[in-house]
């Protein structure tokens, strides 16, 4: 049986330009065309597909009404899903889109793709979760335990890592952290500094269960005097891992306040 040409004939913003190829014998066989699309693109795309409305763009479409569903203009802007909406919408999630069912598995981001999705382009770029949304999340990861890694999976970490480790790392400063401690600074120093600070941290305020750490104020480990030690959390004393100076200039003026 001969195909129907549909050579310029328009089909909401596609419209045929050639016939191109042909796949499959007999009842399976599926032609393909090249379509223009009111955009100005041209894409090869099955016969079948536009004549029956299934495509009507080459994706320009999708990208307009997406803009133009943002804010405002979403039926759903200021509504919410009732409880039985949402338990319906879990029910038909589950066991989908898991593993090799997920359309994206194996796959990875583009490079266009990761530009649009990060930095200022990313939905949470300036912002920060209120209270209440903290709150949630916290209370939706209780009593969650997380799946211990693969041995794969540790090798890949591995191999992803192995090129920022050591030398390589930004904040490497020529591996002052392997510098040993003075002898000075022992237990005994330590429960000194932690009694004169009550037992607090100096940067948060907090006094908490777990044993607080003394930070050297100017990141010297030699330099064991009172004056250079201070009582941090472990929170707080993580970040001062990262702009030294700036710390190194608050925690003295805090000293000699």
């Known amino acids: 049986m001969k195909q129907k040409d549909i050579t310029g004939q328009k089909f909401n913003r596609l419209t045929a330009i050639r016939f191109h190829h042909k796949i499959g014998k007999g009842r399976d066989i599926q032609h393909y065309w090249l379509f223009k699309c009111f955009c100005g693109n041209e894409k090869i795309i099955r016969k079948y597909d536009v004549t029956s409305g299934r495509i009507k763009s080459c994706k320009c479409l999708c990208e307009y009404v997406n803009k133009n569903r943002k804010g405002k203009r979403n039926g759903m802007f200021g509504k919410n899903h009732t409880e039985k909406t949402k338990k319906k919408m879990s029910k038909f999630k589950i066991g989908k889109y898991i593993g090799k069912d997920n359309p994206f598995y194996g796959e990875k981001h583009t490079l266009k ?74 237990n005994q120093l330590k429960r000194k500094i932690l009694e004169r600070d009550n037992n607090i941290c100096q940067e948060c305020g907090k006094k908490t269960k777990r044993k607080l750490d003394v930070h050297h104020i100017d990141y010297n480990k030699r330099n064991n005097k009172e004056n250079n030690l201070i009582s941090l959390c472990k929170s707080c004393h993580s970040k001062t891992n990262f702009k030294r100076r700036d710390w190194t200039k608050y925690f003295k003026n805090k000293i000699y306040e």
Do not use: Q, V
């Open 113 to 186: 793709t990761i530009e649009k999705i990060s930095g200022k382009n990313h939905h949470m770029f300036g912002r920060t979760h209120t209270k209440e949304a903290r709150r949630k999340i916290s209370e939706a990861h209780k009593g969650k335990k997380r799946k211990p890694f693969t041995d794969e999976h540790r090798k890949n970490l591995s191999k992803n890592h192995a090129n920022i480790c050591g030398e390589n790392h930004p904040n490497w400063l020529d591996g002052k952290s392997f510098e040993p401690y003075g002898l000075e600074f022992n």
